[in-house]
């Protein structure tokens, strides 16, 4: 093997396995199987990178399956926006496909294990078939219905079917083993009555098929060879394969299934069921609040589809689960973002520094690099003017020598501009300083001569001319939960570990050359961080997201280590 080729994952080591053994290449076929009652959240995204990137892999098609057997909870909304996020990703499926398409199929399959005795219709309540069950320690018993004649439960499907009952009233069962060591082997639920429209459906069926009756053969019908799922599932695998024993003929395909385990991630919440509580509670501002840990959130945060799969990749799969810290997400998206956002002024916290020696009324405009990263990126143009504001926490009257940016007597670097001297502030009654005055030398304007005859400085600070500059609303984030595992807590939900204060909406003064920003527009506001313009943009006011701060706390977590 080449050494620069990754090291396989264990579900790439079954693949080769089965390849070795004489499996075709041809027949590989994968499938990304959400069912749409929620967004897309970075749990998925692993799902995603793993099935999609086995396709690429091994040049195979991939399908996106909408597993919607749950009419009660599955939405259109949330079937556009699951094939929206994929392909933002930058995946592009073979088939899109619904469980739905497949419920004649999966009802005539019903009736034939039905006419061959393994499976009849149960009439009891579901206390008393969950009495009858047992516990993993003990055995469960037969119910009264197990015995039912083939003809009677043969009729009694057919009127489920046709809308005869109210829900609850009749259920079809496999009839496996009651006895067996795996619980979900005791004669398992396949069809239930529910009197629900379907999104796609409508009204067409009054019974709907159970997630195990449904999963294996959606595989089988569309010839999917590796059914990848988390590990939740593991217990499953011993029906799914009941499940394709009563069905799967010699000359077709059958398909496997393989569990990998869940990806969780510090600070934030994965789960469809949670994440819905947040919106629907007012928490957020909906699925695609930019602190949402959903892919949609992401995007309209500013993070990249090539930071999201740089993430998957290195935390790879794993077979057991474990908390990925959510700051090596955010590396992986400053280092695509340094590459590729071109760098701007931007002031959140002004401080009206004064040049005296600056002519009143004169301005100039100085050259700025766009992006060190990218020569290509070019130049532009940035006002400077005697009047200017810097951030209030780059000026102190008196700091030690490790202050490197401005302080009375201190020299520091307008970025792009010239070497100022700080030589006196001015406080308001109580003390806030709201003025500083400086000096500036004119002779040592960045660019204006070799890197040798500057003179140099330690600090530099960002800026903009307040005569220039235009106001914004600016939104800062910090974590939603305040706890780095919100799940994880016996006695507490996670809701109590929501922080107040995870959105910080102030107005923020920003170099001209902004203004024609828009909707998706990535920045570097040079020292404060990666911004994007924001939807809630409109034609008055620009909106941005801090998408993420500069410091890389990653890097930090691995020099501890
Ligand atoms: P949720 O608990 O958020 O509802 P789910 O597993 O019910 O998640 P599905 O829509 O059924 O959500 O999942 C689609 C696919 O994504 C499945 O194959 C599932 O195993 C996978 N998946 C879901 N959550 C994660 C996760 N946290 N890590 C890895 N894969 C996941
Ligand atoms: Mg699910």
New binding site residues.
């Given amino acids: 093997m080449e050494e620069t080729k990754k090291s396989l994952n264990f579900i790439e080591h079954i693949i080769e396995e089965d390849l070795e053994e004489g499996y075709s290449n041809d027949a590989l076929r994968f499938r990304?199987?959400?069912?749409p009652?929620?967004y897309l959240?970075?749990?998925?995204a692993?799902?995603?990178c793993l099935n999609f990137g086995l396709g690429e892999t091994y040049n195979a098609p991939v399908n996106l399956r909408f597993?919607d057997t749950n009419p009660a909870k599955e939405e259109k909304e949330y079937v556009d926006a699951i094939k929206r996020d994929v392909e933002w990703m930058g995946f592009k499926w073979d088939k899109e496909c619904y469980a739905s398409d497949y419920f004649q199929e999966l009802y005539d399959w019903a009736v034939m294990l039905i006419k061959s005795g393994k499976a009849y219709v149960d009439s009891q309540s579901s206390e008393a078939m969950a009495e009858q069950k047992g516990t993993p320690t003990e055995p469960g018993v037969d119910g009264p219905y197990r015995n039912r004649p083939v003809e009677e439960n043969l009729d009694l499907f057919e009127r489920m079917k046709n809308g005869e009952f109210e829900e609850g009233k009749h259920v079809l069962r496999a009839k496996i083993d009651m006895a067996s060591p795996n619980m979900l082997m005791r004669d398992p639920i396949l069809y239930r009555v529910l009197h629900k429209a379907h999104h796609r459906t409508n009204t067409d069926w009054c019974i709907y098929p159970m997630y195990d009756w449904t999963h294996g053969q959606s595989d089988y019908l569309e010839q999917v060879s590796h059914s990848?799922?988390?590990l939740e599932?593991l217990p499953h695998r011993e029906l799914y394969d009941w499940c394709l024993d009563q069905l799967v003929s010699n000359n077709k395909l059958r398909p496997k299934q393989r569990e990998?385990?869940?990806?969780?991630l510090s600070h934030t919440v994965?789960?469809?069921?949670k994440?819905l509580k947040l919106v629907e509670e007012g928490v957020v501002s909906g699925w695609d609040d930019p602190r949402m840990p959903t892919i949609s959130g992401l995007r309209r945060r500013g993070y990249t589809p090539e930071a999201i799969r740089n993430f998957a990749d290195t935390i790879g799969i794993a077979k057991r689960e474990n908390i990925v810290d959510v700051s090596l997400l955010e590396f992986h998206v400053r280092e695509h973002l340094n590459k590729i956002s071109p760098r701007v002024m931007a002031v959140l916290n002004p401080l009206k520094l004064v040049i005296t020696n600056y002519p009143e009324g004169q301005e100039e405009w100085l050259t700025a690099e766009n992006n060190p990263e990218d020569e290509s990126a070019g130049f532009r143009e940035v006002p400077f003017s005697r009047e200017l504001y810097i951030e209030q926490e780059d000026f102190r009257e008196e700091a030690n020598r490790k202050f490197f940016r401005l302080k009375l007597g201190g020299e520091v670097r307008l970025k792009n501009g010239y070497i100022i001297k700080a030589e006196s502030c001015t406080k308001d009654a109580e003390g806030n300083i709201i003025e500083v005055q400086c000096t500036y030398d004119p002779k040592s304007k960045s660019g204006s001569g070799t890197e040798e005859s500057l003179r140099k400085v330690k600090g530099t600070l960002h800026w903009v001319s307040t005569r220039h500059a235009f106001e914004a609303e600016v939104r800062l984030y910090d974590r939603l939960f305040n706890d780095e595992n919100p799940d994880g807590h016996k006695d507490k939900d996670f809701m109590e570990f929501v922080n107040q204060n995870s959105l910080n909406k102030i107005t923020g003064f920003l170099e001209p050359s902004l203004k024609d920003a828009i909707v998706g527009d990535r920045f570097q506001f040079q020292r404060l961080g990666y911004f994007n313009v924001d939807k809630d943009t409109t034609a008055e006011k620009l909106v941005f997201n801090r998408t993420v701060t500069l410091r890389d706390t990653w890097a930090k977590i691995q020099q501890k280590n």
């Fill in positions: 990304f199987p959400p069912e009652n929620g959240h970075l749990g998925h692993s799902s995603i597993d990848l799922c988390t599932f990998f385990a869940r990806r969780n994965v789960s469809k069921r994440l």
